[in-house]
């Protein structure tokens, strides 16, 4: 079940085709932004991948390649998905998300299984929005 929203960010992305994953296409995604997590003003940026599955839908991977910046400190996270492009070009996953952090703005966030909705326009203008799973 979902519980409280814990975040929304606005964030900017680049693409670029990676080599294939045997016949299938990969792609590499860069992300900087910025909005609210657990209450508190962040910046943040990430690069995560995505691999095209057979049926057309794409799984998509952060290992620990993201981070979140408050005032008082950094959190990191890992993150995966399932996605689909949109018909205006850009594309939809939904997922989880796990944040590791000692600020103490962010520690809320620590041992959470964290649900998301991430939407990316044709024009690379994304939206992340976090919500507890309990």
Same mark, same amino acid.
């Given at each position: 079940?979902? =519980?409280?929203?814990? =975040?929304?960010?606005?964030?900017?992305?680049?693409?670029?085709? $990676?080599?294939?994953? =045997?016949?299938?296409?990969?792609?590499?995604?860069?992300?900087?932004?910025?909005?609210? $997590?657990? =209450?508190?003003? &962040?910046?943040?940026?990430?690069?995560?991948?995505?691999?095209?599955?057979?049926?057309?839908?794409?799984?998509?991977?952060?290992?620990?390649?993201?981070?979140?910046?408050?005032?008082?400190?950094?959190?990191?996270?890992?993150?995966?998905?399932?996605?689909?492009?949109?018909?205006?070009?850009?594309?939809?996953?939904?997922?989880?998300?796990?944040?590791?952090?000692?600020?103490?703005?962010?520690?809320?966030?620590?041992? &959470?299984?964290?649900?998301?909705?991430?939407?990316?326009?044709?024009?690379?203008?994304?939206?992340?929005?976090?919500?507890?799973?309990?």
């Amino acid at each position: 079940m979902l =519980g409280e929203k814990l =975040g929304s960010m606005q964030l900017t992305t680049s693409n670029k085709v $990676l080599p294939s994953n =045997g016949s299938l296409p990969r792609f590499e995604t860069t992300t900087i932004g910025s909005g609210t $997590l657990a =209450g508190t003003e &962040v910046n943040g940026m990430a690069t995560y991948t995505a691999d095209m599955r057979p049926d057309g839908t794409l799984y998509g991977e952060c290992p620990n390649q993201g981070v979140v910046i408050a005032e008082d400190g950094v959190a990191t996270f890992t993150a995966t998905g399932i996605g689909t492009f949109t018909e205006d070009g850009g594309s939809i996953f939904k997922g989880m998300v796990y944040f590791q952090t000692s600020a103490p703005s962010l520690s809320s966030l620590n041992g &959470v299984a964290v649900v998301y909705d991430w939407e990316v326009d044709a024009e690379g203008n994304a939206s992340w929005d976090m919500w507890e799973w309990k």
